[in-house]
């Protein structure tokens, strides 16, 4: 999905739902006569960080409207300085020709010619007069089209910084409530026990590890690849590489990742640039059956593709799942599959080495 960006700090990634959830989003409204239940903690906990990963979405697609729009800016103020240097320099020329003309009393060449007592001399001169001129006719047809070239300039420059300011005001909005939804997480977080978070914990592998069970038991990798191109190869070994760093959302590494950021860095170490969300490597990756994946495609969860990881063999996945969690190995099928897309498609898979 690369991009050291100037000026701005061009935030990309999800934010990672709760590992092992492959339940619906719903808001779990607790009754009044009864304290929650630890299954609806669980709900809440997990439409919390869900809605905080559409937020994280629009935050990070706003900002990378941001930094094409600082790119169109950057291009048209160039645009602009030109057309302004030339109209200065423009300007000098006209007025010297202007000068220079009333000096000579502004009288036409033909004129100055009948009354000269050297007709010859007069001759040259009236030829120079008409070539100084017909340069003075040009430059100031010149002057009228860059003004009117820099009045363009000028207007697309004012439209496009007020687009970068409405973007700006999308991207502040959504952070404001990633972070609204993620602080209301914790709280929510904050109230439980410490063998009530075990309990919480402990439910969510169990949960996992039945929706892999049963995911297996279809018998959807019977057919599945093993050996991954040589991009697919390098891009677990960057993903290997991360485990145990923390996500934070927004982070692109070195030292902390979110759901994207991850995956969209694993590929760049593997020399394929792909987009940097999850709903646009959904998008824009080429898509492939879950019985044709191979080790370093990409998985897609949930309907709105708000999360992303990387396959790495054996139904297992690495990603970076949720604020407060680190980047692991994981069961692909512990949270709901959108589907898979490929950053490589044209590469062939590598067959395994020889054994010796």
């Not at 935050?59 to 030109?82: H, P, T, W």
């Amino acid at each position: 999905m690369t991009r050291h960006r100037p000026r701005t700090v061009v935030l990309g990634g999800l934010l990672c739902l709760l590992a092992g959830t492959t339940q619906p989003f719903a808001q779990a409204v607790p009754r009044p006569d009864r304290p929650q239940t630890l299954a609806e903690v669980r709900a809440e906990l997990e439409s919390l960080y869900h809605d905080a990963e559409v937020a994280t979405e629009e935050y990070n697609a706003a900002g990378e409207d941001v930094a094409a729009q600082e790119k169109k800016l950057d291009v048209l103020g160039a645009q602009v300085a030109r057309a302004d240097a030339r109209l200065v320099r423009l300007r000098a020329l006209v007025g010297a020709a202007a000068r220079a003309q009333y000096r000579g009393g502004g009288m036409p060449a033909e004129v100055q010619f009948a009354l000269s007592s050297d007709p010859e001399h007069a001759l040259d001169a009236a030829g120079l007069a008409r070539q100084a001129q017909l340069g003075t006719d040009r430059q100031l047809v010149a002057l009228v089209e860059t003004e009117s070239r820099l009045k363009t300039k000028a207007e697309q420059a004012a439209e496009e910084l007020d687009g970068l300011r409405e973007i700006q005001q999308t991207r502040d909005t959504a952070r404001d409530k990633v972070t609204r939804q993620i602080a209301a997480a914790r709280k929510l977080e904050a109230r439980l026990e410490a063998d009530e978070l075990k309990r919480l914990a402990d439910l969510e592998k169990q949960d996992a590890a039945k929706a892999q069970a049963a995911w297996l038991k279809t018998g959807v990798l019977d057919g599945v690849g093993t050996t991954a191109s040589v991009g697919g190869k390098k891009a677990v070994a960057y993903a290997t590489d991360q485990l145990g760093k923390p996500y934070v959302w927004g982070a692109e590494g070195p030292d902390s990742f979110d759901c994207s950021g991850l995956t969209s860095q694993a590929w760049l170490a593997a020399g394929v640039t792909i987009p940097r969300t999850s709903q646009e490597q959904w998008k824009q990756l080429k898509r492939v059956a879950i019985e044709d994946m191979r080790p370093g495609d990409l998985i897609i969860y949930f309907d709105d593709a708000s999360h992303v990881a990387l396959y790495v063999g054996a139904g297992r996945i690495i990603h970076a799942p949720r604020p407060g969690r680190t980047i692991t190995v994981a069961p692909a099928a512990s949270m709901r599959i959108l589907g898979v897309v490929r950053p490589d498609p044209q590469a062939q898979a590598q067959a395994p080495a020889a054994k010796k």
